[in-house]
């Protein structure tokens, strides 16, 4: 049988030789970042898209016509030099720098601007059929958008709206090329052209996307050459690739692998709290978290520094109400997180005569800001055992959840996780704890909180133009809220990335969003 | 029986042959078109839509409504799913919700990848299962067949998820020698060579449960052949020990292993979805997982309709082959 | 014949024994394994293990062998040790509810399928397809995704996507069953079609459903696992393995241990399933209990005593010895041959003839080590061919002479044929093995040996493939191949059996004609009197393994020596006189592996005396040159 032992010798020599040959040293190259993204972005359409993963690419390639200041939620001048409010909070004049133009080479100016917003807008735009904008809404209070003249665009709102400009410096509100859009139609979310520091470059599908240096950038050039960012959904791989040199910088690190990439030289950790809250929806409207003590009993049966120390490895900090601390004009400096105290929370189950409670919880197994999800559910429920009250879970994937949440946990469920991340104060109370909000009339309000002193004062606080009275309302918001709680508050994450050592200049924004014009290698 | 009746010249054979092709492609349109109805209902019935998960959190009542009604998702849904299949009829796979780009592109995209890494994988297991099971096969209850048996149980036996991610670990991170993920390097890759070296773990990971398939199978076959009559006359005739095993049982055994690899085929392609996560291959398995996700209809649609068309191919190249092997089963 | 190589043929001897016994040790390991880890479970509510969902953040991902946790901590601080237990609980009873699902479902679709036929057999199949067409875990994830997360549900999902293969396994055997005999008397008998399914059908694709099961439950508990990998299986805090391995999955950089530990037991579990598995296949299998999945060598094995002296009359062309030839199956041994001798001279045609299991056919394959084995064993005697024992020369030699100087022909060229090439491929085979020229002489040669058999139209034929020829003409394929390379020695094992008697005339009159004036010798093996009278010059008559008559062909049939040749003889009809009666042996010839003491045909001889029974009886040489194996020859000859 020689000659079957010789044809196999010849296989293993063959497979030996592939892998000699194979053997190589990941290495990024000079002078260009490789980051590793979550997920394979769904369009560079900034209007078209909702997930931070794809703002991480979209805030390098566009310019709004404001942004935020650099640590801080505060928005300050971009494409726009500066701008006036009229005294009734409904007309807002951007004076635009001048001299701007797209990638593309066309003009940026009033025209472009009214553009951008038509098209998102106005449903007989003929350039409407380039969406779906799934998030137009956040500009639903614009009645009418007016070139005053070339370097001069006036937006006219039809009831004062607090958050407006806060709204201008998110994603959304990116100003594209109306000639890109123009020529390539649908298929604008492929061709993105921007005015933004680096210019798109390529994308190819399911590999990666190229961005590069925009030498004319009225910012001043980026240090860097290009930036490639790959989508690496599965987190075991993306940190397999910091740890191989495969990519330069990684977002949302699984937290064990962050605590471990801390203690080595080779890695910068970057952490940075931001507007982000995980809470428990608790469903007000029937069964035992109809009773406000039942709900402040889940407050305190949790234990919430030990979801926040092991679980999360201290990513992120206890939530002590309804506004994250990064907000800081507009938080409740006074508040403290619910204690953890079994004993009390059992004496209020007793009280409220709901002993031995069954309760549904909806959990799901990931989705955008859901951190660990499952393991913090798991957690919650024997937290909640352990106080008497009998919990039952059903995960599911983060559509299905969705779908399952959002209109209603009535007759379903008696208690659901969620996290938003927010760009301004007002936008997660609006949409989830007003009566107005309630799911049959079109808002989050999945739990059917209701408390007619809270209506007010975020119907006050979203109208007035006055950031200190508006911080007064928030805060006074907050201490009803706290007391009523109609959420069990858990967490405010703290987003993290991790570099490798050789980049320089590099920071986390409060706002989630990924600025690199700055970041050299 | 009269001899002379029962003579079927080559011509004869080889145009037999293609008529069972086609039969058997024209049976296959109403399996797939089948599929594609129910994969369409089913994926009706699954909670939450495209537009919930397109609107992520913003997904309230009012603008997931809003948003179906322009993805044309309102209408009834066996209108829908006559549209898809006229635009079908007309080459139009429609337009991914989720991706913002035609369905078709993605889809080719997506399968060529997983055709390369199943292909290869397929290649793999073909060739060292038929080399194992012979190997086990004429060496049995030796050192070698033990020690084979012993690598095609652990093979059979262990998670592929689990093991890829051990092959990264050790091959990736430890060692250096290959890369983690995906399937070209960005810059200063794209040619055959950083191809295979992407390949190298994936396709060991996908080949190893099938390679155990079909090593247990060859070995079962090539016993069984080996006991056979007419190898007895080989040996009578002087036929050398190799070409006994390697011409006249390799050949008879490998009629029934065969459709066996047409099987597995189908196998790799759907269990390429762990791989595929797990070392980040665009492959198109992930894709329908994201697009069950997402549910995103008409890609969920494309990639069945190409998955499923290329199993039955699959199949039917086994078919085929096994005929041209076997001129005893056309006739 | 060296001493080092006799000790390779003991060693591997042994070998063999002892894998055998190891094989059914590793069945028996994998029950072991399995058995234990189903104790286990069994007894985790009793077994002093901490709660398997107490979570405790504090001591979160503590490395096994840790204090109270000797298999670690996971994630949220629970006990690996614990979950693992309980787990595996969930995990096999979902993996083997499941796989009797599956079974069930699938079986039944199987057995209407292929009993009714039909219609209704396409329908199913084609939904059977769609089922198949569909990527597996595609299908699971979409069922799941439909019917909500949950065990039960994950349950379900992998039971549907395993129905096809019980559904084409069971298909395939209730399709062959259909066809049989049994079936139509159960239904000529009245019974209707239910009755029958479940009394004829079902017992009969019982053991192909459970074949399939052992093999598929392993898959079905992987499966499981991997849907509870994607979060679609068990709900927190409910332990499965899968989902501990899903959970576990994200921590391998910084704690392996949390899904190392889950992975081990899945990979015990499954292997030890499939281990087992294989056992109940084997049990199961009628090819394997028969030991027809052993492989045979290329060569019997021998195991002859050192230095054995070639002793013995060797004038003949081919001198046979004392030939011993056994079969070892399990702890019985059959002895074939036992101890045969005879002569071979140049130029004749030698018969050996006895009824089926006489050991004619064994002796003649024993002579170029054509006997399989294992379970064949050739333990004494030689066979001398022009001063080489062919029991001891080299395998290399050995190759040579087969089909050289020394060829066969055997019955039944329908399974002796190779299915898979041209009949002229085969010709062309046999030559090329022996004399060097090209392939495509080698072909032309092959079409005169087919003219030379007088095949009609050879050019053509040799394209044939056996199946596309008749019996008659695929015996003169097989004599021409025997002739290929113009033996000194043809052994033709009973070539005419399988024919039709017209047939069967035809060729040997073929056989007569070609053997005729070349310098060839001929033993022709048959159990019919009547062509030795036709063909041969001497005969050997054998039985129970021995010789126990030879002599010319004339002699022989004119006055049988021997009890049982004499019986032979009067088994033969004859040509022209049609009132002769036939005459049946009566009885049965004895058990090889259980021979009586003295003469093997005293159970059936009419003559038999007590002193048949008891010693060995000889085989004496008469002075006319006849031998005879019996003490009653006078009584015989008398008679």
Redesign the interface.
């Known amino acids: 049988m020689k000659p079957i032992k010789k044809t196999v010798f010849s296989v293993i020599s063959a497979v030996g030789l592939i892998l000699l040959t194979a053997i190589t040293n990941a290495a990024t190259p000079p002078n260009v970042l490789v980051v590793g993204q979550i997920a394979e972005p769904k369009s560079l359409d900034p209007h078209a898209v909702t997930a931070v993963n794809d703002f991480r690419i979209l805030m390098n390639v566009y310019d709004g016509l404001v942004q935020y200041k650099s640590g801080t939620l505060q928005v300050q001048p971009a494409l726009a030099e500066s701008w006036k409010i009229s005294d009734d909070g409904l007309t807002y004049t951007f004076k635009l720098r001048s001299g701007i133009k797209f990638h593309d080479g066309s003009d940026l100016d009033a025209e472009a601007v009214k553009f951008n917003f038509d098209r998102m807008l106005d449903e007989s735009h003929p350039y409407h059929n380039t969406g779906p904008f799934p998030l137009a809404f956040f500009f639903s209070a614009v009645q009418q958008v007016d070139v005053i003249d070339p370097q001069t665009v006036q937006f006219t709102l039809d009831a004062p709206f607090a958050p407006f400009l806060s709204n201008l410096a998110y994603p959304t509100g990116l100003i594209v090329s109306p000639e890109a859009v123009k020529k390539y139609g649908k298929d604008f979310g492929r061709h993105p052209v921007g005015s933004g520091p680096f210019k798109f470059a390529e994308w190819e599908s399911n590999s990666h996307v190229i961005v590069e240096r925009n030498d004319e950038y009225w910012g001043g050039a980026p240090a860097l050459e290009a930036v490639v960012f790959r989508p690496i959904t599965d987190a075991n791989t993306r940190v397999a690739e910091m740890l191989s040199g495969g990519i330069d910088m990684m977002v949302e690190v699984p937290p064990d692998n962050l605590k471990e990439m801390a203690q080595d030289s080779s890695f910068q950790v970057h952490e940075q709290a931001g507007p982000h809250l995980w809470f428990l929806i608790l469903n007000a409207k029937e069964g035992p978290f109809k009773d406000k003590r039942v709900r402040q009993a889940v407050n305190y049966a949790i234990n919430k520094e030990a979801i926040v120390e092991n679980i999360l490895q201290g990513t992120a900090i206890v939530a002590d109400g309804p506004t994250p601390p990064a907000f800081a004009w507009a938080h409740n400096d006074d508040l403290t997180p619910y204690p953890y105290s079994p004993e009390k929370a059992k004496a209020l189950i007793k009280e409220a005569g709901f002993e031995n409670a069954e309760l549904t919880f909806y959990v799901t197994e990931g989705g955008s800001g859901m951190l660990d999800p499952v393991a913090m559910g798991t957690s919650i429920q024997a937290d909640l055992a352990k106080v008497g009250l009998n919990v039952k879970i059903e995960t599911y994937e983060w559509n299905t959840f969705l779908g399952k949440v959002n209109p209603g946990l009535e007759g379903k469920a008696d208690m659901a996780e969620m996290a938003w991340m927010t760009n301004d104060p007002d936008t997660l109370p609006f949409l989830a704890l007003r009566t107005a909000a309630w799911p049959d009339k079109g808002g989050f309000n999945s739990g059917y909180y209701s408390n007619p002193e809270v209506d007010d004062l975020l119907e006050k606080a979203r109208t007035s133009t006055d950031q200190n009275e508006r911080a007064e309302l928030y805060k006074k918001m907050q201490t009803i809220v706290y007391d009523d709680a109609p959420w069990a508050f858990i967490a405010n994450w703290k987003q993290n990335a991790v570099t490798s050592s050789t980049v320089k200049n590099f920071k986390l924004e409060p706002s989630f969003l990924l600025l690199l014009k700055g970041v050299s290698k | 029986m009269p001899g002379a009746s029962r003579v079927i010249h080559m011509s004869q054979r080889s145009h037999s042959i293609w008529r069972y092709t086609g039969e058997r492609l024209i049976a296959a349109v109403p399996v797939i078109f089948g599929l594609t109805v129910i994969v369409f209902f089913i994926m009706a019935l699954i909670p939450g839509d495209p537009a919930t998960a397109i609107l992520g959190s913003y997904a309230t009542p009012d603008n997931v409504a809003s948003l179906n009604a322009q993805l044309g998702l309102d209408k009834p849904l066996w209108q829908q799913y006559l549209t898809w299949l006229t635009n079908l009829m007309q080459g139009d796979f429609g337009r991914s919700y989720s991706l913002n780009r035609p369905v078709i592109d993605e889809v080719l995209e997506r399968f060529s990848a997983t055709l390369v890494l199943a292909g290869t994988a397929l290649i793999i297991c073909a060739i060292m299962g038929l080399l194992a099971g012979i190997l086990s096969a004429v060496y049995q209850y030796g050192v070698t067949d033990k020690g084979l048996t012993l690598m095609v149980l652990i093979g059979i036996s262990t998670p592929a998820f689990w093991l890829g991610l051990l092959l990264i670990l050790f091959f990736g991170v430890e060692l250096r020698w290959l890369p983690v993920s995906g399937m070209y390097e960005i810059y200063g890759g794209g040619d055959l060579p950083d191809l295979l070296r992407h390949l190298v773990l994936p396709a060991a990971t996908l080949a190893l449960v099938a390679t155990g398939v079909i090593a247990r199978l060859t070995r079962g076959s090539m016993l069984e052949v080996l006991r056979q009559d007419y190898i007895r006359t080989a040996r009578a005739k002087g036929v050398p020990e190799r070409n006994v095993v390697l011409k006249h049982a390799f050949k008879a055994a490998l009629v029934s292993v065969i459709p066996v690899i047409g099987i597995q085929a189908g196998f790799v392609i759907g269990g390429a979805v762990y791989v595929e996560t797990v070392f980040q291959w665009p492959g198109i398995g992930r894709m329908l997982v994201t697009a069950i996700a997402t549910r995103d209809i008409l890609l969920v649609q494309g990639g069945v309709l190409v998955v499923a068309a290329s199993y039955v191919l699959f199949n039917l190249l086994a078919d085929v082959l096994q005929n041209l092997i076997d001129p005893r089963i056309s006739s | 014949m060296t001493v080092e190589r006799k000790g390779e043929r003991k060693r591997s001897h042994r070998?063999?024994f002892f894998?055998?016994l190891?094989?059914n040790r590793l069945a028996i390991f994998g029950l072991m394994v399995l058995s234990i880890i189903v104790v286990l479970c069994l007894l985790a509510p009793l077994l002093p293990v901490t709660d398997p969902?107490?979570?405790d953040?504090?001591i979160?991902?503590q490395k096994p062998f840790t204090e109270n946790h000797w298999l670690g901590t996971d994630?949220?601080?629970r006990d690996i040790w614990s979950r693992i237990l309980w787990g595996t609980r969930v995990s096999l009873v979902v993996g083997i509810s499941a796989s009797l699902f599956a079974a069930i479902i699938g079986s039944l679709i199987g057995i209407l399928a292929g009993y009714f036929g039909g219609r209704a057999d396409n329908l199913m199949m084609?939904g059977i397809?769609?089922l198949?067409?569909?990527?597996?875990?595609?299908l699971a994830?979409?069922?799941v995704?439909?019917l909500?997360?949950?065990l039960m549900n994950a349950l379900y999902a992998i039971a549907i996507v395993n129905i096809p293969f019980f559904a084409r396994n069971v298909r395939g055997i209730a399709v062959t069953l259909k066809r049989r005999e049994f079936i139509d008397a159960a239904q000529l008998s009245g019974k209707n079609n239910l009755q029958i399914l479940f009394t004829e059908v079902l017992p009969n694709v019982l053991p192909v459903i459970v074949i399939t099961l052992s093999t598929t439950i392993?898959?079905m508990i992987?499966e499981t696992?991997?849907l509870s990998?994607l979060?679609l299986g068990a709900?927190?805090?409910q332990a499965d393995l899968g989902s501990m391995?899903g959970?576990g999955?994200?921590?391998?950089?910084?704690?392996p241990h949390v899904?190392t530990i889950p992975?081990i037991m899945?990979?015990l579990i499954?292997?030890s399933i499939?281990?087992l598995g294989d056992g109940i296949r084997d049990t199961l299998d009628p090819?394997l209990k028969a030991g027809?999945?052993?492989?045979?060598a290329?060569r019997t094995q021998t195991e002859l005593p050192d230095q054995e002296s070639i002793a013995g009359n060797d004038q003949g062309i081919l001198n046979v010895n004392s030939l011993k030839t056994e079969f070892h199956t399990g702890s019985r041994i059959f002895k074939a041959v036992n101890s045969v001798d005879f002569q071979l001279y140049t130029g004749e045609c030698l018969g050996v003839v006895g009824e089926s299991g006489s050991g004619k056919s064994v002796t003649a394959?024993s002579l170029?080590g054509?006997v399989?084995s294992p379970p064949g064993k050739i333990v004494s005697g030689s066979v001398v061919f022009e001063d080489s024992d062919l029991l001891r020369i080299s395998?290399r030699q050995l190759?040579?002479?087969?089909?050289?100087r020394i060829?066969?022909i055997?019955q039944?060229p329908l399974?002796?044929?190779?299915?898979?090439?041209s009949v002229g491929e085969q010709l062309a085979?046999?030559i090329l093995?022996?004399r060097f020229m090209s392939h495509h002489s080698a072909w032309k040669e092959a079409i005169n040996l087919l003219d030379m058999v007088r095949i009609p139209n050879a050019p053509?034929?040799a394209?044939?493939?056996p199946?596309?020829?008749?019996g008659g003409?695929r015996q003169r394929v097989s004599i021409a191949?025997a002739l290929a390379n113009d033996p000194d020695i043809l052994i033709a094992d009973e070539p005419t059996t399988a024919l039709d008697v017209t047939v069967q005339a035809e060729v040997l009159r073929l056989l007569r004609e070609l053997i005729r004036g070349k310098d060839m010798s001929l033993i022709f093996i048959t159990h019919d009197f009547g062509v030795i009278g036709q063909l041969c010059d001497r005969v050997v008559v054998m039985y129970a393994g021995k010789v126990v008559e030879q002599g010319s062909v004339v002699d022989v049939l004119t006055a049988p020596h021997h009890p049982y040749t004499r019986k032979l003889i009067e088994c033969v009809p004859q040509l022209g006189n049609p009132d002769k009666k036939l005459v049946e042996i009566p009885g049965l010839p004895p058990a090889m592996d259980n021979l009586p003491d003295g003469c093997a045909f005293a159970p059936r001889c009419d003559l038999v005396q007590d002193q048949c029974r008891g010693d060995e009886i000889v085989l004496e040489t008469l002075e006319s040159g006849r031998k005879v194996r019996c003490r009653r020859v006078m009584e015989v000859v008398a008679r």
Not at chain 3, 249 to 255: D, E, G, P, V, W
Not at chain 3, 292 to 296: E, H, I
Request: charge should be positive; hydrophobic fraction near 50%; include cysteine.
């Open positions: 070998v063999s894998a055998l190891l094989r969902d107490k979570t953040l504090a979160r991902l994630h949220l601080g084609r397809d769609m198949m067409a569909f990527p597996y875990i595609l994830l979409a069922i995704a439909v909500g997360p949950g392993g898959w992987l696992a991997g990998f979060g709900q927190p805090p391995l959970e999955r994200k921590l391998i950089i910084t704690a899904s992975g899945i990979f499954v292997m499939n281990l090819r027809a999945l052993l492989r045979p290329s394959l170029l054509l399989a395998d190759r040579t002479l087969r089909g050289g060829s066969y055997f039944d399974v002796t044929l190779h299915p898979l090439y085979e046999a093995c022996h053509v034929r394209k044939n493939y199946f596309q020829l008749s003409m191949m």
